[in-house]
Structure formats: structure tokens, C-alpha cells
């Protein structure tokens, strides 16, 4: 007759330490990942920004308005 072997695996227990090691790793580096930045410099750049920005937008649709207007004025005539 033939005899069956028995493999002996590994208990759960022992890769438990690593499970929580690794997790509470985890833990430690994304509280250091959520530091504080300070960005007011760049969000009052932006908002100084906003008017001359606004300024270039509205002479770019003027001058599309003035070369549409044209076209339909000479094809009207």
C-alpha cells in the first residue's frame, strides 16, 4: 500500500506578527504623509491673477465678435 505524506504548512500564527507590523507601518507613514503645506502664496498669485486674466479673455472674444460682425456686414452687402 501506498503511504501518504503529510506536508506541514506554516501555522497562521507566525505570519500574523508580520500582518501587523506591516499595517501599523502603513499607520505611521501616512500620518507623515499628511503634513501640513502651506500654499497661501500660491492661492494669492492666483487670485492677483485673475483680473488681468480676465482682462486678456474678454479682448480675445471682442476681437472674435468684430471679425464675425465683419464677415456678416460684407456678405450683406
Known amino acids: 500500500m501506498s503511504e501518504l505524506k503529510t506536508v506541514q504548512t506554516q501555522p497562521q500564527s507566525k ?3 508580520l500582518a501587523v507590523v ?3 507601518s502603513a499607520l505611521v507613514l501616512t500620518n507623515a504623509a499628511n503634513a501640513a ?3 497661501t502664496a500660491v492661492t ?3 487670485n492677483d491673477l485673475i483680473t488681468p486674466i480676465g482682462l486678456v ?12 460682425g465683419w464677415k456678416i456686414i460684407r456678405r450683406a452687402l
Open 22 to 24: 506591516t499595517g501599523a
Open 44 to 46: 494669492s498669485e492666483i
Open 57 to 68: 479673455g474678454a479682448a480675445f472674444l471682442l476681437v472674435l465678435v468684430a471679425i464675425k
Open 15 to 17: 505570519r500574523l506578527p
Open 37 to 39: 503645506i502651506d500654499v
